[in-house]
């Protein structure tokens, strides 16, 4: 078993729930401003069950949400930054790629998820909840918050459109993917990939096709220099490039 990871993702998010908390950063609101906002936003939407339920769902979410983009460790700031900046240049029906990598790098138990939905799609072309569970448990240990986390970012994927539902309950195909040639998009969801997997560098190729970008298909790079503070592209023997976090 791994080291223990923190499950921190307490409630099923949606994606114009991050949307919004992203748009409120880039528009240079503080943390406050963007928490009141964000309860404001999110009192029709969570408010199923007695007051005090629903102030509870509220004030959970509203913590996920700012955990992924507002109050992020010190560590990733410079990542979430270059996130802004993508999030302003790109229309919004390519920021998907955006809250995927921010959501993987801050929260590991979620990249731990999608990197085993994403490898049992591939080999068997369709994924049940129970097999995904079954294989983070061997990874993060049997724990009920475990299987409550699981089952709500398995439904946050398929609200996201990026799994779909089959005839059979609980049982998930994979939506045609999103091809993304933005090279600078590219390098910064690999970079999300190396900080999600807590690694400093990585074979090129495998950090670009890694199962956890199972809902992307990333076009070949090359050596790049697109991203010289944080992010380097080199060469190593023939036909392998190594991708590093500086």
Not at 78 to 96: D, K, S, T, V
Not at 146 to 174: F, H, M
Request: a positive charge; aromatic letters at 6%.
């Amino acid at each position: 078993m791994t080291a223990k990871v923190t499950v921190g993702l307490s409630q099923r998010i949606q994606l114009d729930w991050l949307e919004r908390t992203a748009m409120l950063c880039a528009s240079g609101a503080n943390q406050e401003e963007i928490r009141q906002e964000l309860d404001l936003f999110l009192q029709d939407k969570l408010s199923i069950g007695t007051t005090s339920t629903g102030q509870t769902n509220r004030r959970k979410a509203v913590t996920n949400l700012l955990k992924i983009w507002v109050s992020v460790p010190d560590s990733l700031v410079p990542f979430r930054n270059a996130g802004l900046l993508h999030l302003q240049r790109l229309p919004a029906e390519a920021h998907l790629p955006l809250h995927w990598g921010m959501t993987m790098a801050v929260y590991p138990f979620f990249y731990t998820i999608v990197e085993n939905t994403g490898r049992l799609l591939k080999l068997q072309g369709t994924v049940a909840a129970a097999q995904v569970y079954r294989r983070v448990q061997e990874q993060l240990g049997e724990r009920s918050t475990v299987a409550r986390a699981t089952r709500r970012v398995l439904r946050s994927l398929n609200d996201w459109a990026v799994l779909e539902d089959t005839a059979e309950k609980g049982i998930y195909r994979a939506s045609p993917v999103n091809v993304i040639e933005d090279t600078q998009l590219r390098l910064w969801l690999i970079e999300a990939v190396l900080l999600a997997s807590n690694a400093q560098s990585s074979p090129l190729r495998a950090a670009s096709q890694t199962p956890a970008l199972f809902p992307f298909s990333l076009q070949p790079l090359g050596l790049e220099r697109t991203n010289p503070t944080r992010l380097e592209i080199a060469q190593q023997g023939l036909d392998e490039k190594v991708v590093m976090l500086r």
